[in-house]
């Protein structure tokens, strides 16, 4: 079964633009008929050139798949990094790697009438434990989080989202300042804001009581100091983790904080290949790996992550902020990984997602439920991609 042609789109997403304002997705084609759908999340990475998009994943395509055995999948990730990559990790280029992978992933699971997970080990639980950024229709004001300006309201969104049977939920109450130069990442957090957050999380807390888990994120934004302060004030509320405390590309400082407070830390939602998820466990040692199948490498970089945090005891919590190819490829990983903590959804993985795939991924009361047709388990509707298209 030969690969003979890919087709890449770029999609505009309507607001409230859960899990961003665009999408990249990737299908490829072979000669037997089956083809294969993947996601690229790259996030801002194109910087709003997304002409680049299909360019570059055309180029990949006909320079190192088209004519080749599309179930060679170990073969091609590696011929694609040794030559497209020179061997160095490139997150840009890590993210058109991972459509690519989970599309050949489906298409083997598709020659083979099966799920994925069942390439990957088999089954090993009924029901996929879920959490979700807590995010309303209006989540900013005057160009800060809801999170970072009105604590009560905070509160009631959240209480909507354990009605509706969430057991975990994520917020950033450390303002983030996304789109703002006058400071420089990482920066010292001041007196007022520490005391905000505490303020904010105290308050969630006894709202939420001890049954629904805590996560906290930050986004990599503040130094190794102000990380210890904030992470050991954490400590009283049980988070269930403390999120990318200081930017991901310093290890070492990442494993400061790790030893320094007794919060569990959870990263690696920006790093890309086994290579660099290496260096993060030998040099930091987190509680809790996050790998994102959109950027990471895909299935097959995943599984091996996930395969090298067991024995550390890390647990695999894979992160998601993109469109619905990129969960159902983590659901399948989910699925089949002993060390599988929870996995992050964009709201229940319904809503705009149902209006581009062919049948709904199942969200019920917090837990997602591994998906059965064959591949990945998911297919997109061309129709409605075109009609979305920005290329």
């Known amino acids: 079964m030969k690969l003979t042609k890919c087709v890449p789109y770029v999609i505009r997403v309507p607001f409230p633009h859960r899990g961003g304002d665009v999408y990249t997705f990737v299908k490829l084609e072979t000669d037997a008929g089956i083809t294969g759908w993947g996601e690229t999340c790259a996030q801002h990475t194109f910087y ?35 030559h497209f990559l020179t061997a160095h990790p490139d997150f840009l280029i890590s993210c058109l790697f991972s459509a690519i992978d ?10 083979a009438n099966l799920p994925v997970y069942q390439l990957l080990g088999g089954r090993y639980r009924d029901r996929i434990r ?42 950033d109450p450390l303002p983030t300042h996304f ?25 969630l807390r006894s709202a939420l009581g001890r049954d629904v888990d805590i996560i906290i994120g930050t986004h990599g934004q503040t130094t190794t100091a102000s990380s210890i302060r ?36 959870a990263t690696g939602e920006r790093l890309c290949f086994t290579y660099e998820f290496e260096r993060l466990f030998r040099d930091a ?4 790996a996050q790998p994102d199948l959109g950027s990471v490498g895909g299935i097959t970089e995943t599984k091996k992550i996930s395969a090298m945090a067991e024995p550390k005891y890390i647990q695999v919590a894979p992160h998601v902020w993109g469109g619905p190819l990129s969960l159902a490829a983590a659901i399948q990983i989910d699925t089949t990984i002993p060390n599988f903590l929870i996995q992050e959804t964009v709201m229940d993985g319904g809503g705009f997602y149902n209006e581009i795939v062919d049948e709904p991924i199942t969200w019920e009361k917090g837990y997602l439920l591994p998906l059965e047709r064959p591949g990945i388990g998911v297919n ?3 129709d409605a991609l075109e009609k979305l298209s920005l290329i």
Request: negative net charge; glycine residues 6%.
């Open 230 to 265: 904030f992470g050991k004030m954490l400590e009283k509320y049980d988070v269930l983790w403390f999120e990318e405390p200081v930017p991901p590309e310093n290890t070492e400082e990442m494993g400061r904080v790790v030893q320094a407070v007794q919060v569990p830390v």
């Open 380 to 382: 997109l509707r061309e």
């Open 130 to 171: 879920s959490y979700s950024y807590i995010i309303d229709d209006v989540d900013f004001i005057d160009g800060e989080e809801l999170w970072t300006k009105r604590i009560d309201d905070t509160v009631k969104c959240a209480l909507r989202y354990v009605e509706r049977g969430y057991t975990a939920l994520k917020y």
């Open 48 to 82: 709003n050139n997304y002409q680049l998009y299909p360019q570059l994943m055309e180029m990949l395509f006909n320079e190192y798949l088209k004519g080749e055995d599309a179930l060679a999948r170990e073969r091609l990730m590696k011929k694609m990094y040794l």
């Open 179 to 203: 789109g703002k130069y006058d400071r420089i990442t990482p920066w010292e957090l001041s007196n007022k804001e520490l005391d905000f957050a505490e303020e904010s999380v105290s308050t």
């Open 285 to 288: 040692g987190p509680a809790i």
């Open 102 to 111: 989970v599309a050949l992933w489906d298409i083997a699971g598709k020659a």
